[in-house]
């Protein structure tokens, strides 16, 4: 039991490190700033493009100013000097009907838009970790 | 380390799975759709986990209005001990997991086999391993039913047939929350009579009631295909001869979402009244569809 109790505190312990983590433009700079940030943008573009299961949500969706909301979405998320002026994930959802499965699909080609890019693994996770709750608003 | 029936075992289990990937392959809903490694490993009871601790996660890569098969296969080859597992499971719709495995524990000093079947059923109640806020919290039954009850009857079990755990799981992975690097954390209770995992019957002279232990898993994930971690499992003390708590060190490797392989450093502790049983534990798990 007291080793049960030492791996919980190690745990909890670890867990406290990662709140400490450090101030958020921090993370935008290290990311590679807007220069990463479009270049990653245009990989996830073209990925989604490619896709057989993803490309049909994105049939209607104009490109260019995708590609600018969603800019501006990740710059903004990452502590950067920008502000989201998009739609609500929720609106810009509605009615899709998107699965788990569709949801998670995307996620892999953003995991491979910033493979592309050369983002570093510790940076994809910690972008990763910063998107993770918009699921919620975005499947039904 | 590794023996030629070990390599046989994987061998066999191999030429299954590129079998059943044929069939699989054909069905048109099959379980595809979770992240890489988060169907996490099979734990030595077939149930989803973890090596040796059952995890809140299912065993398949199947996400909502999906269904995937596992099969997977274990060794614990300690110094007077070898304990193979080997069994199957299913998952539907990232909800409810169906799992049997057959165990066949070796006493080497004796040249005996205990053999022991578990029926294993979890569902998810809440939450998603990557994306809830709190963890993924699954309820899970292991229906064990001993097979070879001499050597427990021998020993002082109150039952040498059958027994059933049920236990409470509670899995996260906090994305980037290890400097950049992904952690994740299991603790997992367990209400339970079984001797040595059941291996040695259920209830004794000491204890003849059910007992709540803990167990805990705590992983890092270094790449997306490579894991990590240690393991701690509680055991209950039931029998007039001691049994210790158990643990490990692994690492994984997830090369997709087809297979993934553990290699582990287990320590048994004490196993019917053979002290300090330390060794190598080796498993891998195919996903068919």
Redesign the interface.
Known sequence: ?V??IL??T??AS??G??HQ?KNNSDLYQKFGGMEKIEQMTDFFIEEISFDNRIYPFFAETKIERFREKFIEQICAELGGPCQYSGDSMKDSHAGMDI???DF??L??LL?VAMERANI????Q??L??KL??M??QILP | MVRSHLTRQAVTLLAFLLGSSVIGSSLCMAGDGKLLATAGLTQLEGSGGGGIVPWATLSGYDTEDETAASAFFAEVDVDDYRLQSKGVALSWNDRVELSFARQRFTLKTLSADIHQNIVALKTRLYGDVIYSRGPQVSLGIQHKKLLDGDIAKALGAENNQSGNDLYLAATKVQLGALSGYNLVWNITARATQANQTGLLGYGGENNKNYQLVFEGSAGILLSPSLAVGIEYRQKPDNLNIEEQDWQDVFITYIPDKRVNFTLAYADLGDVAAAGKQQGVYLSMTGYIW
């Open positions: 039991m080793k049960v791996i919980l190690i745990v670890l867990c490190c990662a983590a699965r788990e499965r998670n699909r996620v892999e995991i570093s693994y510790p940076l996770n910690q990763l970790n993770a709750p699921r919620e």
